[in-house]
């Protein structure tokens, strides 16, 4: 469970130096992100003026003061059938994981993509062998809608992504 400082609000671009840190983190030591070379603060600013014009919401959780994580919701294809279907991420800085901070990120992150009309939220989780990404998204009502197989390679392993998904909006 979150403790009481923890504060989940927009990003701004002051947050985006430590959005890259835990990130960089992520992409270095792990196979949960199948990016190879961390993105620079530059590519940081233009994703949240990117993602704000689009009236999609990009969350910060923060704690005594601190960058704790990060969760956004970006289009699920560039295609225009695909408009009200979104992607999230979700990201905790080293250290911080199985403190709640992941759902104190993720319903806000629902609720506003619902409030701005999306329909369709979709989670694209590697394979890791860890089940705590999987736990989360069914908590918040993500059902499962495949799997695919070796479709990432990075830090010499192949990995499987896992699809989940959970309505929104409706209409």
């Known amino acids: 469970m979150t403790d009481a400082e923890t504060i989940i609000r927009p990003a701004t671009p ?14 270095t030591h792990t196979v949960i992100t199948f990016d190879q070379t961390p993105p620079q603060l530059a590519d940081w600013r233009q994703r949240l ?27 699920w294809r560039p295609k225009p059938a695909y408009r009200y ?14 403190k709640g901070l992941g759902g104190a990120l993720l319903g806000p992150l629902i609720d506003r993509c619902a409030t ?18 999987v736990a989360l998204h069914e908590r918040f009502g993500f059902t499962h809608a495949g799997r695919l197989i070796d479709v ?4 010499g392993r192949s990995i499987d992504t896992i699809l989940m998904q959970r309505p929104l909006a409706t209409g």
Do not use: C, W
């Not at 002051?14 to 992409?27: G, P, R």
């Not at 279907?85 to 199985?98: D, F, M, R």
């Not at 701005?116 to 990404?133: C, K, L, Y």
């Not at 990432?152 to 830090?155: E, T």
């Open 14 to 27: 002051e947050d985006l130096k430590n959005v890259a840190e835990i990130y960089a983190h992520y992409v």
């Open 49 to 75: 003026t990117d993602l704000t014009a689009r009236g999609l919401p990009f969350l910060i959780a923060e704690r005594s003061g601190d960058v704790a994580g990060y969760a956004y919701a970006g289009q």
């Open 85 to 98: 279907t979104v992607e999230n991420s979700i990201y905790l800085a080293p250290g911080l994981t199985g």
């Open 116 to 133: 701005a009309g999306f329909r369709r939220m979709i989670a694209v989780i590697a394979d890791t062998g860890n089940p705590a990404s």
């Open 152 to 155: 990432g390679h990075k830090h």
